[in-house]
Structures are given as structure tokens and as C-alpha cells.
């Protein structure tokens, strides 16, 4: 099971975190198109397909209320569209579409993961083992990442909820 905080941040944090000795790769492109399931209202599940890097993924993602850990099932799927009529007829709508440019990081109990959603928002996500918290939580805040600050929420339901005259 993986958990993972998320942290808005920024510009400059690319900057911020090289100067902690974190430098991260260079960016990778994906579209992500979520689902609504007709049989739940939750934040808790999530359905999508990613396309990015000459793949498609479909995955299924269920939130663990107690841990707030992520368990994840996925497969890949050899063509998007077909996929996406086949959920249609399921009664799965298309929910929303996001472009995401990630850049990461990683060491080998840790996934650093800059994200920026549809030019929108960036947040930074911290992805660690529950086998790792103690670990991962002390390395986050001696980069200056409380975990207290994270918000629990997906990056569908950030999008979702996105007031853009805040920016």
C-alpha cells in the first residue's frame, strides 16, 4: 500500500529543493482521463486511464479510510478510445481530462513527484511505503514538508474544486 501527501507549492521550488541536493529528472508528460463510477460518490476510488511514453494504463485506485494509503490495480490497455466506449456502455462517464508534467525524484524509500495539473496548480507529492512512514516522514520535514500540511485530497478532486480567481 502506498501512501502519499501532497503539497501545493510555488514557483521556485525546483530551485529550492536542488539547493537540499534533490535534483529532479527532467519532465515526463501524461494525460489522465478520470471516470465517475455510477456506484460511488467518494474520493476514495479512482478510475482513469493514463496515456503517456508510448503506454496506456487503465487503473483503479482505493483509498484506505485508516491509513489514508493508496492500493492500487492496474493493467494496460492497447487502445484508450475503445476502452473509453466500452466503460461508456458500462454507464462510466468521462469526469474530466488532465494533462500532468511530472518531475521526479527518488531514493530507495521515497518518490519525489512534482506535478503540475492542466497549467493550473502544482503540487509536490511525497509516495512511500506504510512500510516506510517514519523514514519518509522524517526526510519530508527536514526538507521543510510538514506532513500535517498535506492535503489528503486527489488531484481530480483538487481539479474539481479549483477556484481559478484565487490564482
Request: charged share 25%.
Given at each position: 500500500?502506498?501512501v502519499?501527501?501532497?503539497?501545493?507549492?510555488?514557483?521556485?521550488?525546483?530551485?529550492?529543493?536542488?539547493?537540499?541536493?534533490?535534483?529532479?529528472?527532467?519532465?515526463?508528460?501524461?494525460?489522465?482521463?478520470y471516470?465517475?463510477?455510477?456506484?460511488?460518490?467518494?474520493?476514495d476510488?479512482?478510475?482513469?486511464?493514463?496515456?503517456?511514453?508510448?503506454?496506456?494504463?487503465?487503473?483503479?485506485?482505493?483509498?484506505?479510510?485508516?491509513?489514508?494509503?493508496?492500493?492500487?490495480?492496474?493493467t494496460?490497455?492497447?487502445?484508450?478510445?475503445?476502452?473509453?466506449?466500452?466503460?461508456?456502455?458500462?454507464?462510466?462517464?468521462?469526469?474530466?481530462?488532465?494533462?500532468?508534467?511530472?518531475?521526479?525524484?527518488?531514493?530507495?524509500?521515497?518518490?519525489?513527484?512534482?506535478?503540475?495539473?492542466?497549467?493550473?496548480?502544482?503540487?509536490?507529492?511525497?509516495?512511500?511505503?506504510?512500510?516506510?512512514?517514519?523514514?519518509?516522514?522524517?526526510?519530508?520535514?527536514?526538507?521543510?514538508?510538514?506532513?500535517?500540511?498535506?492535503?489528503?485530497?486527489?488531484?481530480?478532486?483538487?481539479f474539481?474544486?479549483?477556484?481559478?480567481?484565487s490564482?
Open positions: 500500500m502506498i502519499q501527501h501532497k503539497y501545493f507549492v510555488e514557483s521556485g521550488i525546483v530551485e529550492e529543493l536542488a539547493l537540499k541536493g534533490i535534483l529532479l529528472e527532467p519532465a515526463r508528460v501524461f494525460k489522465y482521463i471516470f465517475s463510477l455510477p456506484c460511488s460518490n467518494s474520493q476510488e479512482v478510475l482513469r486511464i493514463k496515456c503517456g511514453e508510448q503506454k496506456h494504463i487503465l487503473d483503479y485506485k482505493l483509498r484506505n479510510k485508516i491509513t489514508g494509503g493508496w492500493t492500487k490495480y492496474e494496460q490497455v492497447s487502445d484508450p478510445e475503445q476502452t473509453q466506449l466500452l466503460l461508456k456502455q458500462l454507464g462510466i462517464s468521462v469526469r474530466a481530462v488532465l494533462t500532468k508534467k511530472f518531475q521526479s525524484w527518488k531514493n530507495d524509500f521515497l518518490i519525489l513527484d512534482l506535478v503540475n495539473v492542466n497549467n493550473l496548480f502544482t503540487v509536490l507529492e511525497a509516495k512511500f511505503s506504510v512500510d516506510d512512514v517514519e523514514r519518509a516522514t522524517n526526510f519530508t520535514r527536514g526538507i521543510g514538508l510538514d506532513p500535517e500540511q498535506s492535503d489528503p485530497r486527489s488531484s481530480i478532486d483538487i474539481l474544486n479549483f477556484d481559478t480567481r490564482n
